[in-house]
């Protein structure tokens, strides 16, 4: 399933605000599992926001776990540079890059799958936003409770 669920287009807030024009990961059969999501990185050249979750293999059934992760994640091609986005309002940080079973093998290894965006206008439109392209729960606990008190931090932070 794609997130966001409806496509991406002018007027909706992922492509307008967080400048998301492309999402969802599907398992191609032909790759023998090479982009499977086993953990999240920084972006290689963008400075490291939150440290790096690698997927709880634990959690997984037994055929992702075989296979060393899962294929239920969405992923964006490339990070966003807001400032040659014309129009763009706001602040993006990227923070975690799409780390592939496979590595360099999956056209999805290092691209942006996590984000976070806030507008920095002293009247701001809308509120803090992350979005993560990966579930948390499947990251190993003391990751993923670490980065989401450093996000509720950063909420908690700003308008």
Known sequence: MAYPKTELGPGNFAWDFLKLHSSNINNDKGTKNANLFHSARW??????I????????????????????????????????????????????????????????SPYDGKLCALRWHDAAPKPLHG????????LYFMHDDQAQKTFNQ???WFRAGP
């Open 43 to 48: 972006i290689p050249g963008v400075p490291a």
């Open 50 to 105: 939150y440290d790096t979750m690698s997927v709880d293999l634990n959690k997984l059934n037994l055929f992702q776990k075989a296979a060393g992760g899962y294929s239920h994640a969405d992923a964006v091609f490339g990070p966003i540079d807001a400032e040659a986005e014309p129009g763009f309002e706001g602040d993006v940080d990227s923070l975690y890059a799409y780390c592939a079973v496979g590595g360099s093998a």
């Open 128 to 135: 803090r936003t992350q979005w993560f392209g990966f579930e």
């Open 151 to 153: 996000s509720l931090d």
